[in-house]
C-alpha cells in the first residue's frame, strides 16, 4: 500500500478509486445507449480474432451481410460476425488487388484511372506502374484477387486479444474505451501531481483535479472517449500509453519504462513518436553526460525493438516497412492524394483551419447552431486553453513540454486528413497533455476568469459528447 501511495501524491488509495468509478460512470451515462453492444466499427476486435488465427489480413470486406447471418444462425460464423459485417462496410479497410495476367505475371497493387481514358493505370505495391486492360491482359479464367487489411496499429487489437477470445465478435469494444477513458482523467491527476511533488509546479491538489477533468471532461477527449470505435478507441488508448510515457520521463528517472510506454504509444498512434523529445531535453536535467548517455540507451532499447516488429509488420503486408496501410484506403486513391501524397504542405491550410479557426455557427432560427463535420478549433471547444499563451512564468520544465507539443502536432497538421468527422479536433488528444502541463507549470492563476472558462468548456464538451453522430440537425 505503501508503494501505491507513492505514486498517488497527495490522493489516496480510496480517493483515487472513487475518482476512477466516478469518471468512468459519467462516461457511461453519456454514452448511453452505445454501452449496450460493440460498436458499428470494431476493427480492433477483426485484427485481433485474424492475430489468434494466424493471420494478419481479413476476408471481412468480401463478405454479404444476408449469407453471413445465415451462417451465423446456422452455428459457422463466430457469434457477433453478422452484426458486424452488416454494420462496417466500406469504412477505413486497405485493401490491394492480385491480378495474374496472360505471361503468368502476378501483380499486387491499386487501380487508378488515367485522366480523360478508359484504360486503368495499376500502381504495384512495390511503386511500379502497369498499364493493364481487364479484357485483354488478364489470364483468361481468372479474377483479381482482395487482399484486406486493418490499416491501423496493431496494440489495441493485442491488448484485446484475451477478451475476443472469449466474446469473439461481440466483445464490447465501448466499453473497453470507457476504462482506459476513466484511467486516463486519473492519470493525468497522477502527472500533475507529479509536477507539484518535483516542484515544477504550484499547484493545489485541488486545482491538479480540475486541470484533470477539464481535459477529461472539457476538451476532444470527452466525444472521443464514449463512442467506441476503431478510430476513437485508438486516440483513447494512445492518450493512456502517452501520459504513462511523460509521468516516466519526468527528470528522465524511468528510462526503460519511459521508452516501452512511449513504444505502446507509437504502436497504437504514430504520430506520439514525436514525442520522444520530451525524454530528450529531460535527459539534460541530469548534470553527468555518461549518465545520459545510459539512460539514453535504455530509453531507445524498447522503442528500437517496437520500431524492428512494426516494420515488420509493414512488410509483411504491404512490402513495404513503413506502410501502415493508408496508401491503400478507399481514400488514399483521391487525386489530391495521388497527386500530393498522405503528407504535404498542400494539406496545411485546412488543418489549421480545423485546429484553430472552425468555429460554430449561430443561426436566428431552429437548431439555431450548426457547426461543421470537420469540428471545432481546440479553443472554441476548450476556452480555457487559451490561458496557456500567457503564463504568468516560463520554467524550464516547460520547455521539454512546448517542444514535444509542436513536435507530436505538426506530422497531423500536413496530413491529407483534418478527422473528418468530429465535433472538435480529434488529432489535438495526442498532445493535450502537454498543454496541460503548460497550464499546470504556468503559475497563471486560477481565478475567476479561468474557471468560468473551465465551466465554459465542460458545457460545449457535453454538448458534443451528447450530440456527436446522433443530432444530426447540429451537423452541417
Not at 486492360?133 to 493485442?158: C, I
Not at 509546479?201 to 491538479?208: A, I, P, Q
Not at 498542400?346 to 488543418?351: D, T
Not at 437548431?367 to 499563451?389: E, M
Request: with cysteine; proline share 5%.
Amino acid at each position: 500500500m505503501i508503494r501505491i501511495r507513492r505514486y498517488l501524491g497527495r490522493l489516496t488509495p480510496k480517493q483515487a478509486f472513487i475518482l476512477f468509478v466516478a469518471c468512468f460512470g459519467l462516461y457511461a451515462l453519456v454514452a448511453f445507449d452505445r454501452v449496450k453492444g460493440p460498436s458499428p466499427h470494431i476493427h480492433f476486435v477483426d485484427l485481433a480474432e485474424s492475430f489468434m488465427n494466424g493471420r494478419l489480413d481479413t476476408d471481412f470486406p468480401n463478405k454479404r451481410c444476408g449469407a453471413t447471418r445465415i451462417q451465423e444462425k446456422k452455428g459457422k460464423a463466430l457469434p457477433g460476425y453478422a452484426d458486424f459485417v452488416c454494420n462496417n462496410k466500406g469504412n477505413d479497410w486497405a485493401t490491394f488487388y492480385e491480378l495474374t495476367t496472360k505471361d503468368g505475371q502476378t501483380l499486387k497493387g491499386v487501380w487508378r484511372y488515367k485522366d480523360g481514358t478508359k484504360k486503368h493505370w495499376f500502381f504495384g505495391i512495390n511503386g511500379k506502374l502497369h498499364i493493364v486492360d481487364k479484357s485483354r491482359d488478364l489470364k483468361k479464367g481468372t479474377r483479381e484477387k482482395a487482399h484486406h487489411f486493418v490499416s491501423f496499429p496493431p496494440a489495441p487489437a493485442v491488448l484485446m486479444m484475451p477478451f475476443v477470445k472469449i466474446w469473439h465478435y461481440r466483445f464490447n469494444d465501448v466499453l473497453f474505451t470507457l476504462f482506459f477513458a476513466a484511467a486516463n482523467v486519473l492519470l493525468l491527476l497522477l502527472l500533475f501531481e507529479k509536477l507539484t511533488a518535483l516542484g515544477r509546479s504550484n499547484r493545489t491538489l485541488v486545482e491538479n483535479i480540475l486541470l484533470a477533468m477539464l481535459l477529461g471532461f472539457g476538451s476532444s477527449i470527452f466525444f472521443s472517449s464514449v463512442r467506441g470505435e476503431v478510430w476513437f478507441t485508438a486516440l483513447v488508448i494512445g492518450l493512456t500509453f502517452n501520459v504513462l510515457f511523460i509521468i516516466c520521463s519526468l527528470d528522465a528517472r524511468h528510462p526503460v519504462w519511459a521508452g516501452l510506454m512511449l513504444a505502446l504509444a507509437v504502436a497504437t498512434r504514430v504520430p506520439l513518436a514525436f514525442g520522444c523529445i520530451f525524454f530528450a531535453l529531460e535527459l539534460f536535467r541530469i548534470p553527468d553526460w555518461r549518465r545520459r548517455l545510459e539512460r539514453a540507451a535504455w530509453f531507445a532499447l524498447p522503442l528500437l525493438i517496437m520500431a524492428g516488429l512494426l516494420m515488420w509488420y509493414n512488410l509483411a503486408r504491404f512490402g513495404s516497412p513503413t506502410e501502415f496501410g493508408h496508401t491503400y484506403l478507399a481514400y488514399g486513391q483521391r487525386a489530391s492524394i495521388v497527386k500530393h501524397g498522405l503528407f504535404s504542405p498542400h494539406f496545411l491550410n485546412a488543418n489549421l483551419h480545423a485546429a484553430l479557426a472552425n468555429v460554430p455557427i449561430i443561426h436566428g432560427t431552429f437548431p439555431y447552431i450548426s457547426l461543421t463535420k470537420h469540428g471545432i478549433s481546440i479553443f472554441a471547444a476548450t476556452p480555457a486553453l487559451l490561458f496557456v499563451l500567457w503564463p504568468k512564468r516560463w520554467t524550464p520544465g516547460m520547455t521539454s513540454a512546448a517542444a514535444a507539443l509542436a513536435c507530436v502536432a505538426l506530422p497531423g497538421l500536413f496530413y491529407q486528413n483534418t478527422g473528418w468527422e468530429q465535433f472538435s479536433y480529434r488529432f489535438s488528444i495526442d498532445y493535450l497533455p502537454f498543454l496541460g502541463i503548460l497550464l499546470a507549470c504556468g503559475d497563471r492563476d486560477f481565478g475567476r476568469t479561468f474557471k468560468l472558462a473551465c465551466a465554459a468548456s465542460f458545457v460545449i464538451s457535453a454538448f458534443g459528447a451528447i450530440t456527436f453522430n446522433r443530432y444530426g440537425v447540429f451537423y452541417a
